[in-house]
């Protein structure tokens, strides 16, 4: 008896216009502006508004974009972008967006949030939350990004199969 497995890559189907890749390129500029820019429209851009741009939204603009690309490439080629992917694409984008509001900004008056303000404890609170959503946001970003990558290839699926072929070289005969 024998037993093999075959990698098999999945065939395409119908090619999509991708639209969905560029509403996922679209979202993530909004949260990368968000994240950068938010604290102006609340009248607390301070500082380190400069700091944010430069870093966090460069970092979530570049992953959620090259996210879109892929998953819009994946459309075109006729496959399909699995569920996992929009989940932690999802999931980036709500962390961006909560990021946006607890993100700090030095201000003349002091450390502000636009969820808390300058008022205690719920500044500690907001800058303590801050770290853990940026962390979190990034990460499911990359996560996002190497799914939708893998999704624009083709998934690959293996298949099993046991044979009743009896091999003739390993019966002694004796």
Not at 86 to 109: M, N
Not at 120 to 136: D, F, H, R, T
Not at 148 to 161: A, K, M, Q
Request: charged share 15%.
């Amino acid at each position: 008896m024998t037993y093999s497995v075959i990698r098999v890559r999945a065939t395409p189907g119908a090619a999509r216009s991708g639209r969905t890749g560029g509403v996922v390129v679209v979202a993530g500029i909004a949260v990368a502006t968000w994240i950068s820019f938010g604290r102006h429209l609340f009248g607390i851009g301070g500082d380190l508004t400069i700091i944010y741009a430069s870093t966090l939204g460069v970092i979530f603009a570049a992953l959620l974009v090259f996210t879109g690309v892929a998953v819009g490439r994946t459309a075109r080629r006729g496959f399909e972008t699995r569920a996992l992917t929009y989940v932690f694409l999802l999931a980036s984008v709500v962390s961006g967006i909560l990021l946006g509001l607890t993100l700090p900004d030095s201000t003349p008056r002091g450390l502000q949030t636009i969820i808390s303000g300058n008022t205690e404890p719920g500044l500690g609170i907001a800058i303590g939350i801050a770290n853990p959503l940026g962390v979190v946001g990034i990460a499911t970003a990359i996560i996002a990004l190497v799914l939708s990558i893998r999704d624009s290839r083709g998934r690959i699926t293996l298949v099993e199969s046991w044979s009743d072929e009896d091999d003739g070289a390993l019966v002694d005969p004796a």
